[in-house]
């Protein structure tokens, strides 16, 4: 992603900061709330697999990843992943991010438009953000316009994917959020602080759009350069 180092690169500074914070505060806040156990003492894959339950999804199963904050919900498999280190956990974290996971698989079930939609580019943004750089430095390097929209383009689409994304998982943390609390998985200090396990996330999510919507910018730039 950083190929052309010019004047164009100082766009990216506030997006790689805000990355960096990010990363660190989800780490921080993930680590705060790792360490404390909700009072339901349920670990989180049960506290998942009631939520799931509950609202009629007893098919979706759960299963336990290596890694950390490696949890996934596989629409297409209908199976939600829990990393080891949040499986068995009943700390706040864990059941915050469990539910989130959750809400992904109520997402699905519900045929949530923005979740149906992400999941339908899924191919064309993963091809595009692998072959857009290596066009449009080649369509660069030797003054190929033609090559450089071909990158545009393709690079137009993981941008996309990642404007989609966001809604898609400030929807999941907001189901998950009212699920726990209203199923009585914990009480109204612990709603808050799975908030802000959960915002940390998202912040991440932010911070990812932001950088390939400037990095979208600076390709632009580049390009305009080159008429």
Do not use: C
């Not at 680590?31 to 999804?57: C, F």
Request: proline letters at 5%; aromatic letters at 10%.
């Amino acid at each position: 992603m950083f190929f052309f180092w010019d004047w164009t690169f100082l766009l990216l500074i506030p997006a790689l900061l805000l990355a960096i914070y990010a990363q660190a505060k989800v780490q921080s806040t993930y680590r705060k709330y790792a360490a404390v156990p909700a009072a339901i003492r349920k670990p989180a894959w049960m506290v998942a697999r009631e939520i799931l339950d509950r609202n009629g999804l007893g098919h979706v199963a759960i299963e336990m990843i290596p890694g950390e904050l490696t949890d996934h919900y596989d629409p297409r498999a209908k199976v939600l992943r829990l990393s080891d280190a949040v499986y068995n956990s009943p700390s706040i974290a864990a059941i915050g991010i469990a539910a989130h996971e959750a809400g992904h698989a109520l997402q699905h079930a519900s045929g949530y438009l923005p979740l149906s939609i992400r999941n339908a580019i899924v191919p064309v943004a993963n091809i595009g953000s692998q072959l857009a750089i290596p066009f449009f430095f080649l369509g660069f390097l030797f003054n190929i316009p033609s090559l450089m929209d071909i990158g545009i383009v393709a690079f137009s689409a993981a941008v996309v994917f990642q404007l989609i994304t966001l809604p898609v998982e400030f929807d999941a943390s907001s189901r998950a959020i009212r699920v726990l609390y209203a199923g009585g998985f914990v009480s109204n200090r612990e709603k808050k602080a799975v908030e802000e396990v959960l915002g940390a996330a998202a912040l991440t999510y932010v911070a990812a759009t932001a950088m390939a919507a400037l990095q979208l910018v600076r390709l632009l730039i580049l390009r305009g350069e080159r008429d």
